[in-house]
């Protein structure tokens, strides 16, 4: 008798690196949005913006890339020793390391001569057998060993920059010109770019953890806004709480 398999549908290869681009990409963002806004809410110049903010974007980019580069390889140093641990006690002492998983199954509740059966088969495999323990006694997945703690990290370092930089597009591009006579577009327009950047961002990331891409991009979006509008509100307040003329450096 032969049995239809089910389709399986997959992100692809980028879904690997999905967790650094949005880690790099929304913290980059949010960051400088929020510098942005502090800077906008106690009216300094647009100099300040992009000195500060240029600076911000490089030192918190290479800063994240490093911690994101050093946090996954102790990772995976630590999960390679648990590995060449299991292994050798599996090698010295098969018995006694089947004899722990039939325990760990006996508590899932499956029945002591099912388990002995399943686990004394897999004993013949000692790659499967230990590469299981791994993942049943310590909860460790062997298979983190094959990431790539180097390219992660300068995911999350590009990211950063990438999408940080949106939120000084305005600036930027207005440099010089008097756009802001009347009103602070500059400012506006750098609103509207993070916050549909944030919004798609979030749907993105809703995409690959299957989850609703509206709901997820309104989150992002959401959280983004209430960390600029509280830097914004803050800078505003200390320039008044100072009583500093900011005015006067533009």
């Given amino acids: 008798?032969?049995?239809?398999?089910?389709?399986?549908?997959?992100?692809?290869?980028?879904?690997?690196?999905?967790?650094?681009?949005?880690?790099?990409?929304?913290?980059?963002?949010?960051?400088?949005?929020?510098?942005?806004?502090s800077i906008s809410g106690s009216e300094l110049p647009a100099e300040v913006v992009l000195v500060l903010g240029f600076s911000k974007l490089v030192g918190d980019g290479i800063s994240m890339g490093m911690g994101d580069f050093l946090s996954e390889k102790a990772e995976i140093d630590f999960v390679k020793s648990e590995l060449e641990r299991e292994t050798w006690e599996f090698e010295n002492y098969?018995?006694?390391?089947?004899?722990?998983?039939?325990?760990?199954?006996?508590?899932?509740?499956?029945?002591?001569?099912?388990?002995?059966?399943?686990?004394?088969?897999?004993?013949?495999?000692?790659?499967?057998?230990?590469?299981?323990m791994m993942m049943q006694e310590l909860e460790l997945n062997p298979g983190q060993i094959e990431d790539n703690p180097k390219k992660n990290g300068c995911i999350t370092f590009t990211s950063f920059l990438f999408f940080g930089t949106i939120p000084l597009l305005s600036y930027l591009i207005?440099?010089?010109?008097?756009i802001d006579k009347h009103w602070d577009w500059t400012f506006t327009i750098a609103i509207i770019l993070?916050?549909?950047?944030?919004?798609?961002?979030?749907?993105?990331?809703?995409?690959?953890n299957n989850?609703?891409?509206?709901?997820?991009?309104?989150?992002?979006?959401?959280?983004?806004?209430l960390a600029a509008g509280s830097a914004y509100f803050i800078g505003w307040g200390l320039a008044e709480a100072l009583d500093a003329d900011l005015g006067e450096l533009h």
């Fill in 174 to 178: 207005f440099y010089g010109s008097d």
């Fill in 1 to 37: 008798q032969t049995y239809e398999m089910g389709k399986e549908t997959h992100k692809g290869e980028i879904g690997d690196f999905m967790k650094s681009i949005i880690f790099g990409g929304l913290d980059g963002i949010i960051t400088l949005f929020a510098i942005v806004a």
């Fill in 194 to 208: 993070t916050c549909s950047t944030m919004f798609g961002m979030g749907a993105v990331k809703g995409y690959y």
């Fill in 94 to 132: 098969p018995q006694g390391e089947v004899q722990e998983m039939v325990e760990i199954y006996k508590e899932k509740g499956i029945a002591k001569d099912d388990a002995e059966t399943i686990l004394n088969t897999m004993s013949k495999y000692p790659k499967l057998f230990v590469d299981h």
């Fill in 211 to 225: 989850a609703n891409f509206i709901k997820s991009g309104l989150f992002v979006m959401l959280n983004g806004s």
